[in-house]
């Protein structure tokens, strides 16, 4: 078991930082120098504040908030990734994504076609007067019989 020791560091003003917490602090400034974390003083927020908040140096001087966070994660990264504009272009990620769930979706229909052939396909080869074949969608039963004097019903799969 870690000692709550290892995992504090202590910074110049004596307060004490967990090391995950700086280790997300380094790595958003390592991103983008012009962003920092705030801790805000619990005594000057209001509760319903987040205690994190990610700000930005502008060009103007002025700091501005990005956003604010309750923890301080892998998921804050993830959240300023997506959504800075200067670096990824959001549209075409999207149309990416869609363009390989499509694509996704096109396979799937194949696989299914192909199924679906090779059925009709048995069943035409087949000797047989009857031929019987599970379906795929909700598993039952299917007969296909060439007397149509006998009446098949279809039947769920007991």
């Known amino acids: 078991m870690m000692d709550v020791k ?3 560091i202590e910074m110049s003003d004596g307060s004490y930082v967990e090391a995950d917490v700086l280790n997300i602090v380094e790595k958003i400034r390592d991103y983008d120098p012009n962003l920092n974390v705030k801790y805000l003083d619990p005594s000057l927020a209001d509760p319903s504040d987040p205690p994190y908040k990610v700000v930005e140096r502008c060009p103007d ?3 501005r908030v990005v956003f604010g966070v309750w923890e ?3 998921q804050v990264l993830e959240r300023l990734y997506a959504a800075d504009n200067a670096r990824t272009n959001v549209l075409v990620d999207l149309q990416g994504n869609n363009l390989l769930a499509q694509k996704e979706q096109e396979r799937r229909y194949t696989e299914k076609c192909l199924e679906d052939q090779d059925i009709v396909s048995h069943l035409l080869k087949s000797p047989k007067g009857r031929y019987s074949f599970r379906r795929r969608m909700d598993d ?3 007969i296909v019989d060439d007397d149509s004097r006998r009446m098949h019903k279809v039947r769920e799969r007991s």
């Open 140 to 142: 039952a039963l299917i």
């Open 72 to 74: 301080l994660n892998e």
């Open 6 to 8: 290892q995992r504090l």
């Open 61 to 63: 001087g002025i700091e």
